[in-house]
T-cell receptor, first 110, second 112 residues
């Protein structure tokens, strides 16, 4: 069953602006991951944050995790048209399985 | 380096016909393998996963089955397709070292 829920479902911004996507999950996790999917393609891993971490950075990506609220956010700074894609959070337990949310469709207008 | 191959990229099949989608992984041994389905505009639903040859776990009851005849080969099958089987099917393997999934390029299945 799908645990994660991303918010918003769709987001449209101008190039150079920041994009923030949120994710909620339902059960205890070992880690939370974010993936990106270009239209009609497979998913690509972006970043992983462990349950004992609160914030993590990778290039223009910043991920936060609040285990008390069972929520995470992904911030993309200084967005580019090439960032246009769907973004999914995935919660990971101890059993090598990930549960994906429904995704946020990000459109970055040039 | 590890790579994952999934084919075909697109498939149009009539209702009631059989299905066989194949996925192979190179550059790693004894990977955990996964089949996900993605309905249009929706998230990913885990269908099957396998931790070894002949070991298949089904996540949801459905019209599909999976098999793992070789260590790095994962096959998704159906004897008779339903309209509701349409969707985007993704194969993936689990990278033990970095705890993340590596996905194939997907198969867009349309059942008409």
């Amino acid at each position: 069953s799908q645990q994660g829920e991303e918010d918003p479902q769709a987001l449209s911004i101008q190039e150079g602006e920041n994009a923030t996507m949120n994710c909620s999950y339902k059960t205890s996790i070992n880690n939370l991951q974010w993936y990106r999917q270009n239209s009609g393609r497979g998913l690509v891993h972006l970043i992983l944050i462990r349950s004992n971490e609160r914030e993590k950075h990778s290039g223009r990506l910043r991920v936060t995790l609040d285990t008390s609220k069972k929520s995470s956010s992904l911030l993309i700074t200084a967005s580019r048209a090439a960032d246009t894609a769907s973004y999914f959070c995935a919660s990971g337990g101890s059993n090598y399985k990930l549960t994906f949310g429904k995704g946020t469709l990000l459109t970055v207008n040039p | 380096s590890q790579t994952i191959h999934q084919w075909p990229a697109t498939l149009v099949q009539p209702v009631g016909s059989p299905l066989s989608l194949e996925c192979t992984v190179e550059g790693t041994s004894n990977p955990n393998l996964y089949w996900y389905r993605q309905a249009a505009g929706r998230g990913l639903q885990l269908l099957f996963y396998s931790v070894g040859i002949g070991q298949i776990s089904s996540e949801v009851p459905q019209n599909l089955s999976a098999s793992r005849p070789q260590d790095r080969q994962f096959i998704l099958s159906s004897k008779k397709l339903l309209l509701s089987d349409s969707g985007f099917y993704l194969c993936a393997w689990w990278g033990q070292a970095n705890e993340k999934l590596f996905f194939g390029s997907g198969t867009q299945l349309s059942v008409l």
